[in-house]
């Protein structure tokens, strides 16, 4: 017997099949993470924020190693560009530098709106987040908006802010928040 769709066998293959594809796909969705309130869930792949947090670290670095051997922070090759102004993304790096005395760098993560920086310390006289020392000194800010991402104010903020986690700024890498 056969109708407009066809024959009943192609019918009941073809519900079969897009049965079998509607389960699998509910079945991959469940075992992502992914529910009915998706206004809610992050909008990322699991792990996407924290591997974003490394691009933002590894552009400071590779900013500060710039700027250590005497060459800009934006050197042609690395995609980096620089701002005096507050960072609004991961490569694009605000810079404030004092000559001989302090540098502070700081990079603005827009998928998990954190901001990550650095201060380094290389003469005495200045005083940075509290670090007077020579030494380069680690922080990170969570979930910030990216306009107090800024290096030049950092830079005028002589003491660590209120509200700061103990230990940051950090001598010995990126404090987690």
Request: hydrophobic share 40%.
């Amino acid at each position: 017997m056969t109708g407009l769709l066809g024959s009943r066998e192609t019918w009941l293959g073809r519900a079969t099949c897009n049965g079998l594809l509607l389960a699998t796909l509910c079945a991959v969705t469940a075992a992502c993470g992914v529910s009915n309130a998706l206004s809610t869930a992050a909008t990322g792949p699991l792990l996407a924020l924290k591997a974003s947090d490394t691009v933002v670290e590894t552009n400071l670095q590779t900013a500060e190693q710039a700027l250590q051997s005497g060459a800009p922070a934006n050197q042609a090759g690395t995609g980096i560009t620089t701002t005096v102004g507050p960072s609004t993304s991961y490569n694009v790096l605000s810079v404030s530098s004092t000559a001989g005395q302090v540098t502070v760098l700081a990079g603005y993560n827009q998928l998990s709106r954190d901001c990550l920086g650095l201060v380094d310390v290389t003469g005495p006289g200045t005083t940075v987040l509290g670090q007077t020392q020579v030494g380069t000194y680690y922080f990170w800010i969570a979930r910030s908006a990216s306009s107090t991402c800024d290096a030049a104010s950092f830079a005028a903020t002589p003491a660590v802010p209120k509200g700061w986690p103990s230990g940051d700024p950090s001598p010995t890498g990126w404090p987690l928040p």
